[in-house]
């Protein structure tokens, strides 16, 4: 079945540092590719999104490209602040909706000022 | 606009006990789904309402899970009898249409001793 996996953490980094979460996934076909994020005492919001092979989701200052050839959907951000720690799970779904989401394990991130 | 609500947030009980949690999805709404977190482990899928019925439970774990929504609004999920293996924070969500944006409740954290 489709499967998710994404870098272990947590994640510690300072302020303005360069941020990396790695995601690859396995499914068959060309599943949607998303990242959410759950900052404490909130529910998961979707940060990004992208629907094909090639597309850039943006949001807040984070990207992620959807790179069919490598099965992957790296979250990466230039400048992190304080405000960005939070729990980052990246998911797949079939379709272009999110109807039944398959999720990493999730990746706590902790920013130092 | 309020949010997708679910209550308890926090419920601790012992093992064979039942516990109901609940879910307020969005008003108007159609689609609603459950999921959980177990033991820090990947969300998974539960199973999805279109209205009150049940499009999709195939991630429902056994018949100790009964999920409810009567009258297509809110959303009950009771564990009956609670085992330990059932720890972990139940998550709600719900959508517009099956292709809008998934809105996550703060999810709904269970302990069973």
């Known amino acids: 079945g489709d499967s998710v996996t994404q870098m272990e953490g947590p994640v510690t980094l300072s302020e303005e540092a360069f941020l990396t979460i790695n995601c690859t996934y396995t499914a068959t076909g060309y599943p949607s590719l998303f990242w959410y994020v759950q900052y404490p005492g909130e529910g998961l919001q979707l940060l990004l999104k992208?629907?094909?092979?090639?597309d850039k989701g943006s949001n807040k200052g984070f990207e992620a490209t959807y790179r069919k050839e490598t099965t992957s959907f790296h979250l990466e951000k230039g400048s992190v602040q304080v405000s960005d720690s939070a729990v980052y799970f990246c998911?797949?779904?079939?379709?272009?909706?999110?109807?039944?989401?398959?999720f990493g394990q999730g990746t706590r991130l902790t920013i130092n000022p | 606009e309020a949010g997708v609500t679910q209550f308890p947030s926090h419920s601790v009980i012992e093992k064979g006990q039942t516990v109901t949690l609940r879910c307020d999805p969005i008003s108007g709404h159609d689609n609603l789904y459950w999921y959980r977190r177990v033991m820090g482990k990947e969300i998974k899928f539960l199973l999805h309402?279109?209205?009150?019925?049940?499009?999709?439970e195939s991630g429902m774990p056994n018949n100790r899970f009964l999920a409810e929504r009567t009258g297509g609004t809110y959303s009950t999920l009771k564990v009956q009898p609670a085992e330990l293996e059932d720890s972990g924070v139940y998550f709600c969500?719900?959508?517009?249409?099956?292709?809008?944006?998934?809105?996550f409740g703060e999810g709904s954290r269970l302990t069973v001793l």
């Open positions: 998911a797949l779904s079939q379709g272009q909706g999110a109807q039944k989401l398959v």
């Open positions: 969500a719900s959508s517009q249409d099956p292709n809008g944006e998934l809105f």
């Open positions: 309402f279109v209205k009150e019925s049940k499009q999709d």
């Open positions: 992208a629907t094909k092979a090639d």
